[in-house]
Structure formats: C-alpha cells, structure tokens
C-alpha cells in the first residue's frame, strides 16, 4: 500500500496541530502524524523554532509534473492555504454575504485574531497554568484562581468579542457549515472546557456551538491524544 502524501509534526495535544488534521479529516486526506511535543529534537528537524506543526508535503502535482521531493511546510495559517488548494471541497471558506457580514474576509480576521489573541488568553493565561496545577496539587485553589485571574478577564473579554463576530442564529461561526475559523477555534475551547472557570467564560451560545462541532466526524477524528480526553502532550 502506497504511503500517505502528507506528514504533519505535531502532537494531537498541541492545538495548531488540531487545526491541520481537523483540516485534513475534513477533507479527506490521509496523513501520517508523528506525535511529538514541541522542541524536541524532532519538532527542531522540522520547524526553524521547534514549534508545531509541520506539514511534510511527500509528493504534489505541479504544473502536470509529480513532485516527489520532501517540502516542509510550516505555520498553521501557510499549512491551510495549502490545503485549500489541493482540496478547494469541501470548502472552509465562507461565502461573501452570509448572514450579512460582506467580506469573505472576515472569517480569516477571525482565524489572525484566535491565533495571535485568543490563544495565548486562553492556553497561556488559563488552560496550562490550571492543568500544571491541577497536575501537581501543590498550589491551593485560591493560589491558582489568584495566578490565572487576569487570564480569565482576557479569555472573557476574547470569547465576546469572538460570539460578537459570529453570524447570528448559524450552526457554526460563519454559517450553515465549518469554516476555518471554527476549527481554529475548536481546539483551544475543546481544551478550555476541560478546566472549572469554563462554567464563568462562556456563553449559551457557544455552548451549542461546541456541541454543534462535537459532532462533526473530523472532530471525532482528532480527539484521541487531546487534554478532552484526559491525556498530556
Ligand atoms: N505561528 C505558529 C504557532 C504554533 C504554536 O504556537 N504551536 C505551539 C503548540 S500548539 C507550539 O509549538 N509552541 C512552542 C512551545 O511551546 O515552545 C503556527 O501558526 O503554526
């Protein structure tokens, strides 16, 4: 059997690596994953700063000539436009006018904002101050709550601004099915319900919409190796 085209560097633990294999089930491509967590040695082969993921393109199509050289692709917002273009369908875009926002645009404003705002709010300022933490039971409550309030009051200022840019009464973000920005979104909240100040950031709203993307078989996919599922990078 031929090996898949695609290899991506990245443990299932690190969200940005979520994004690229939500990206790739959705789509129906196959990919080899070698799980590691960043800055190891493998993770610093692949990527200038040891940091995950990295897609290894095997093999493409270029102008009507198959490329069989190993390409290193890096930077989850490169990696996407890249999978676009070898699988435009089924597409993750939004289309222009959906639910009234004009600009097709706007979705990837959302996917820049996750990345460069939400998750260093969201991972950096609650999800792994709280599960160090809860991991290593030396803080009390009250020291943790102390240690990570800020990073609630930015996660809480983050998720209203992100439901403020959602197209009103749609499954998903930015309309009637998944666009990028739902699956660079979806990881960083799939591990932030996983922590109790879950109960105090988020809304109704987002809450379906979790539910809404828990059921999408891409989702299911890419569980196995998440902290939703208990485990550790
Ligand atoms: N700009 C990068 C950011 C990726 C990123 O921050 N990945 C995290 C894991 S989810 C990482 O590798 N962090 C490096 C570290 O913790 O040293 C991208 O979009 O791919």
Request: glycine share 8%; aromatic share 10%.
């Amino acid at each position: 059997m031929s090996q898949p085209a695609y290899t991506v560097v990245g443990t299932p633990f690190s969200t940005f690596t979520r994004t690229i294999t939500l990206g790739l089930q959705y789509k129906g491509l196959e990919y080899n994953q070698l799980a590691t967590p960043p800055q190891t040695e493998l993770a610093l082969e692949n990527h200038p700063f040891g940091y995950l993921p990295t897609l290894i393109i095997h093999e493409l199509e270029l102008e009507g000539k198959r490329v069989t050289q190993d390409i290193k692709l890096r930077e989850s917002q490169a990696i996407v436009r890249f999978i676009d273009r070898v699988a435009p369908e089924p597409s993750l875009h939004m289309e222009g006018g959906t639910g009234g926002v004009v600009l097709e645009e706007k979705m990837w404003e959302f996917v820049s904002f996750v990345a460069s705002f939400g998750f260093p709010s969201m991972e950096g300022g609650v999800v792994k101050p709280q599960v160090k933490a809860l991991d290593e039971g030396k803080q009390t409550d009250a020291e943790v709550r102390q240690s990570i309030a800020s990073g609630v009051e930015q996660t809480r200022k983050f998720l209203a601004l992100a439901e403020s840019l959602m197209v009103n009464s749609s499954d998903y973000l930015f309309g009637d099915h998944p666009t990028w920005a739902d699956f660079f979104l979806f990881p960083i909240m799939a591990d932030l319900r996983m922590v109790p100040e879950w109960k105090e950031v988020v809304s109704e709203r987002l809450v379906r919409w979790m539910e809404k993307m828990d059921g999408l078989e891409a989702v299911k996919a890419t569980k196995e190796g998440t902290l939703s599922v208990g485990a550790r990078p």
